[in-house]
């Protein structure tokens, strides 16, 4: 059992991070790809284990969001996390470069 669930779109974010390295166009070899998805997924559960221990080690995002999420950046993902929920409840991955609406927009649109 983990210490960290996902809200329904969170879950969707990781798959459709998963395909989306998987699926990168610009490496020949698949395998490379299938390891280099995994790689990433298994970065973000890790940090998410910790943030379980530790859930108050992300930051706020007032830009963001006036809800009591805080936010990690693993690699170039973001992820939104309520910390105060038990089990930690996950409420969003999403690429670090977004433009900071769209994000906000995310957020607004998973309660």
């Not at 910790?50 to 936010?71: I, Q, S, V, Y």
Request: net charge negative; aromatic share 10%; glycine share 4%.
């Amino acid at each position: 059992m983990t210490g960290y669930n996902f809200h329904p779109e969170a879950a969707a974010d990781l798959e459709d991070i998963w395909e989306f390295i998987d699926n990168d166009s610009f490496s020949d070899c698949e395998n490379v790809n299938f390891d280099a998805a995994d790689r990433v997924i298994g970065e973000i559960l890790t940090v998410l284990d910790r943030l379980a221990a530790f859930p108050n080690r992300g930051h706020k995002r007032p830009d963001l969001t006036a809800r009591p999420l805080r936010f990690v950046l693993v690699g170039e993902r973001l992820i939104a996390y309520a910390p105060d929920e038990k089990p930690l409840w996950v409420v969003a991955i999403m690429h670090g470069r977004r433009n900071p609406r769209v994000m906000a927009a995310i957020l607004r649109a998973r309660k």
